[in-house]
């Protein structure tokens, strides 16, 4: 917070040297060409806002075409996420075994892993 306060004062102070500084070398035209270039600039930045607005408005007119394609991209994502579940979930089905035979032997800290005996030996 100290830090804030302190800048703030040394940017005052720097401004107010710096003012009479260019005020004493120059006189008051670097002022006012300053003033010039920043009406200038400003009506620049008005008609790029108006150029904007008008853009903004076409695109709030034509939201229809928008709101439909955004639906439609949403759609074509969730039936491929909802065929990918279904594709996972056929798939879990299809491995599970209804005879009682025993499972593959996994690894004891990862048991997603299977454990390959001639490698390892037994997991007993």
Not at 13 to 34: A, D, H, K, L, P
Not at 73 to 90: H, L
């Amino acid at each position: 917070m100290f830090k804030l306060i302190k800048r703030i004062i040394y940017l005052a102070i720097f401004s107010v040297v710096g003012f009479y500084v260019i005020s004493y070398v120059s006189g008051g035209e670097n002022f006012r060409w300053f003033g010039k270039e920043t009406e200038r600039t400003g009506k620049a930045i008005k008609e790029f806002s108006e150029k904007a607005a008008e853009k903004a408005d076409d695109v709030r007119k034509s939201d229809g075409f928008l709101k439909g394609l955004v639906i439609r991209t949403y759609n074509k994502i969730k039936s491929i996420i909802n065929s990918k579940k279904k594709a996972v979930k056929e798939e879990i089905k299809d491995n599970t075994t209804d005879d009682n035979s025993t499972p593959n032997k996994t690894h004891k800290r990862h048991p997603q892993n299977p454990v390959d005996e001639k490698k390892h030996g037994s997991n007993n």
